[in-house]
């Protein structure tokens, strides 16, 4: 019942971004140490269009600057880089994850609160923008209503 | 008269065996359960003394606990975080008894940005038990290569944002001092946990 609750709540919670084609959904941004002030934001970009489509940026008004990155192992250091672009084909989807891709946040204008919602901008290579709310989310065990890591 | 004592002795000799009997079975299996260090892990680690908040800070101060030990920089978004979750995730999960006898050392490889009065209150942020510590770049050059930590740290200045590259072990020190197992930011707290049972039981 609990699990279907909550289920129920992220399918009411979920920020519809782009009614035609694309779906962001589980959007979330680390809640860090309030002494940091760089962080990183997640989601999952469906493409339910037929076209397949582009994003080459994004900007979130809570930070100097934020950006797209990739991550990958170079012998037994992780490495960011940043993504120029990112393709989701025709029925396809983007997924920003812990560990691997993520919008890197970097600048924080001010600490960020659990639970609070801030907006970030997907810049479409069309020149549309796409704003979507992320929740802030506490990662930490016994802390917000998330849990702790998975 | 005769026939009571030797009934007591009896006694007190059955008593005494079964004593000895509960000993040998505790030290069995206390010995038994001693577990092993991965011999791949052997030529890795060792002491060091670096600066926090509170002043130096040695490996040798936790002596006698089971540590979690991590290197990184406060300015990470992304796996640092994830780490120190893990970290904290496990030294709770370790359970109320053994509350005392975990502990946990986050080395920032950024003492450029990283004070030990942020890495203080960075660290805390995940456990108050995590201590953030770091030092100069020459003496962080030699804990990593003993600690067979590869990272780079680009030259840039201090109020620059850039991404430091560096390894994501989470290392698991036991009692002795000793690394006993290797771990990164994706494993399950619950693993790590049972490691920390295991090396402090």
Not at chain 2, 12 to 32: E, M, P, R, S
Not at chain 2, 44 to 64: C, N, T, Y
Not at chain 2, 96 to 124: C, E, M, N, W
Not at chain 2, 151 to 168: N, W
Request: a neutral charge; proline letters at 6%.
């Amino acid at each position: 019942m609990k699990k279907m609750i909550v289920a129920l709540m992220l399918f009411v919670c979920m920020p519809v971004a782009h009614a035609a084609e694309l779906v962001v959904s589980d959007a979330w941004v680390r809640l860090p140490p309030p002494v940091a002030k760089d962080t990183a934001a997640y989601m999952t970009v469906e493409n339910r269009g037929r076209e397949a489509l582009r994003i080459v940026g994004i900007s979130c008004d809570a930070v100097d600057a934020a950006g797209l990155h990739g991550m990958r192992m170079d012998g037994a250091r992780m490495m960011m880089f940043a993504l120029p672009a990112v393709d989701i084909p025709a029925g396809g989807e983007a997924i920003f994850a812990p560990g691997g891709s993520h919008v890197m946040l970097m600048g924080l204008h001010q600490p960020l609160k659990s639970g609070e919602r801030i907006t970030l901008n997907l810049q479409l290579s069309s020149g549309e923008v796409l704003p979507v709310a992320a929740e802030v989310r506490d990662m930490r065990m016994n802390h917000g209503h998330h849990g702790g890591m998975h | 008269m005769v026939a009571v004592m030797n009934k007591s002795l009896v006694k007190y000799g059955v008593t005494v065996l079964a004593l000895v009997a509960v000993l040998v079975v505790i030290f069995w299996q206390q010995f038994a359960a001693q577990p092993v260090i991965p011999s791949a892990l052997k030529n890795m680690g060792g002491d060091f003394e670096l600066q926090s908040s509170q002043g130096p800070l040695a490996l040798h101060d936790f002596r006698g606990k089971a540590v979690l030990i991590y290197f990184g920089y406060t300015h990470c978004p992304d796996v640092c975080p994830m780490a120190l979750g893990v970290m904290a995730a496990a030294m709770q999960q370790a359970g109320d008894a053994l509350k005392h006898r975990v502990a946990g050392i986050f080395i920032s490889v950024d003492p450029r940005r990283d004070t030990p009065d942020k890495l203080d209150q960075y660290a805390r942020f995940f456990d108050p038990r995590i201590k953030g510590v770091t030092g100069t770049p020459a003496l962080l050059d030699k804990v990593a290569a003993a600690w067979r930590v590869d990272y780079a740290v680009p030259d840039q200045p201090a109020d620059a944002s850039y991404a430091v590259e560096h390894s994501t072990f989470i290392y698991l020190v036991n009692p002795d001092g000793k690394v006993a197992g290797l771990f990164d930011e994706k494993t399950s707290a619950a693993v790590i946990a049972e490691q920390l049972r295991l090396w402090l039981r």
